[in-house]
């Protein structure tokens, strides 16, 4: 004797047909499979996102201020023209530097470099200025 869609009765047990337990079968893989691809794409997602923008902004304006003041103790106190000569060579190897340390910064903080003097606001950025200056001492 059958009863319907649960199966048949066999001495007072219910068991289950084998159209019913199909679809429990299936129903059952279909919510795994759609529970494992939403943990893939969220992980996915996850590992492939870009980091977030990061800024940071160097003083250029002041760092050229503070060596032209160098530069131009040492062209008063230098003799004529050779002095003269040698506080443009100068100038030319700080510009170098200079420009070889500000290229070089965003690579190690991983962030954008921006001059201090386009920053209107956000004066909470951090400054490296000081480091720079520090490197630029060393060379």
Request: proline share 4%; charged share 20%.
């Amino acid at each position: 004797m059958t009863t319907g869609v649960s199966g048949s009765e066999e001495d007072g047990v219910t068991v289950p047909s084998a159209s019913f337990l199909a679809r429990t079968a299936t129903l059952a893989v279909a919510a795994l499979a759609s529970v494992a691809t939403s943990a893939g794409v969220t992980l996915a997602y996850h590992l492939t996102r870009p980091a977030p923008l990061r800024f940071a902004t160097l003083n250029v304006a002041q760092l050229f201020s503070e060596r032209q003041e160098e530069l131009m103790k040492l062209a008063s106190q230098g003799a004529g023209e050779a002095g003269t000569q040698k506080a443009v060579d100068l100038a030319r190897t700080f510009g170098r530097q200079l420009e070889a340390e500000a290229l070089a910064l965003p690579k190690e903080c991983q962030c954008i470099v921006l001059v201090r003097g386009a920053v209107v606001a956000g004066s909470e950025l951090p400054d490296y200025t000081d480091v720079v200056r520090a490197r630029l001492k060393q060379r």
